[in-house]
């Protein structure tokens, strides 16, 4: 009888399953291995199953398998823990270390491969006790990994002959010592390989990301899973100028060491993925398909966790399909339709210029020129390209953006005088707020009149 494999396989080969292409602008990541879904509910169920369960459509693309938690365990190697598919407590481990044998899903790994899916390994995690002390103890770490996971050999793979395509890097503490050498001898270890293997991140998208931002600014990455949730710049924040995926294209096309990186939006797949940051799929479709044709360095969207986007009236499948449907190939870059920035101009929050090829929009009142800067006064919008639009003297007004509220504001002249609080003001629409003094430090959420 001929095994599941090879049927998948001859099918794919009729109907024309199409390789990896990390160019797109479609692509779907979601981590599979922490059981997310039975974190957070008793329905047994619909506990995260063997992953080659996910691989029967077209609605993922890759999949990280998560986390080698530990690096240097007992005997020397890693630890690897899949929650309730494969773990040190509950499966057979090779002798002398705490690395399971998960060889069982051998076919399955293969069997996703074969649907035209990457499988990678996923490295760190929240609580993961990972790190290294010095780029030595990085290069010989890679050398550990090849060997159990991807093109080398050892008699200690934990998912036998199944070779991974590559590997992800999720590190969310110990710092960045020795990531950059552990990538610069994957990619010696890779060089001569008869395959691709790829190279990824899961930075936070506070920028520079605190474990990986020398790293990704120092080696190439194929792809950033940028995660846009539990932070301050997170999905519940992309109405406001909080929201920074400009910053990150900014970096994919001026800062990688790989011009070609792709910038991926990271999301939670369910309400109780994650703390913060779940949007229902219609809003988080929107969001993704703005992004796309907004930014030229998006990739797709990457999701926390599969087990989570399966029970979840399939997310994974309603995010795809929105990504194919907007276009999995092209960029065309949008007009600079803001007008251009001028210098000296004291623009107020809101306000959108265009300056060097992004259209930005002041976070609050601004007169420094444009950057991306996430400290700074702006916001990218989008990219733009063209001349832009109603450029004016540097005495004339920026167009700004208007919010419809409860209260009806207008604009007022409030004359001030020069000394370290000034008075507050006492008519017109600025009546009953303070007015702002260089000696006090303002909260979130503070309000105050200024010129």
Known sequence: MMSPLFLLFALGLLIGIQAYDGSRYDNVVAYWGQ?????????????????????????????PVAFVDVFFST????????????NPTDNATFSGT??????????????????????TISLGGANG?????????????????????????SSTRPFG?????????????????????????????????????????????????????SVIDTVAFDAIYVQFYNNPCGLPYFETTSWNFGVWDNWARTASPNPDVKVFLGAPAASLAAGSGYQDLATLSTYAVQMRNSF??????????????????????????????AGGTGFTFPACTAPAYVAGTAYSGGSQVSYDGYIYEAKYYADDVPSNDPNGDWSAISACSGTATGGSSSSSSSTTKT?????????????????????????????????????????????????
């Open 98 to 119: 705490l690395l399971p044998d998960c060889s069982a899903l051998a076919s399955d790994i293969e069997t996703c491969q074969a649907a035209g899916k990457l499988v």
């Open 296 to 325: 030229p360095s998006f990739g797709g969207v990457m999701l926390w966790d599969e087990s989570q986007a399966y029970v979840n009236d399939r997310y994974d499948l309603g995010i795809k399909n929105a990504l194919v449907a």
């Open 129 to 153: 006790g990972v790190g290294f002390s010095s780029d030595a103890q990085g290069t010989a770490f890679a050398q550990t990994i090849w060997d159990l996971f991807l093109g080398g050999s």
């Open 403 to 451: 919010t419809t509220t409860s209260t009806s504001l207008t604009t007022t002249t409030v004359t001030s005088t020069t000394s370290s609080a000034s008075s507050s003001p006492t008519s017109g629409s600025c009546s009953g707020v303070a007015a702002w003094s260089s000696s006090v430090a303002y909260a979130g959420g503070s309000q105050v009149t200024y010129k």
């Open 161 to 213: 002959a199944a070779v991974l395509d590559g590997v992800d890097l999720d590190i969310e503490g110990g710092g960045g010592t020795g990531y950059a050498a552990f990538v610069t001898e994957i990619r010696s270890l890779a060089s001569g390989a008869s395959k691709q293997f790829y190279i990824t991140g899961a930075p936070q998208c506070v920028f520079p990301d605190a474990s990986l931002g």
């Open 75 to 86: 005997g020397g190697l890693p630890s690897l823990n899949l929650a309730n598919t494969c």
């Open 35 to 63: 059981n997310s879904y039975g974190a957070t509910h008793t329905d047994v169920v619909n506990y995260q199953q063997r992953i080659g369960y996910y691989c029967g459509d077209d609605a993922v693309d890759v999949f």
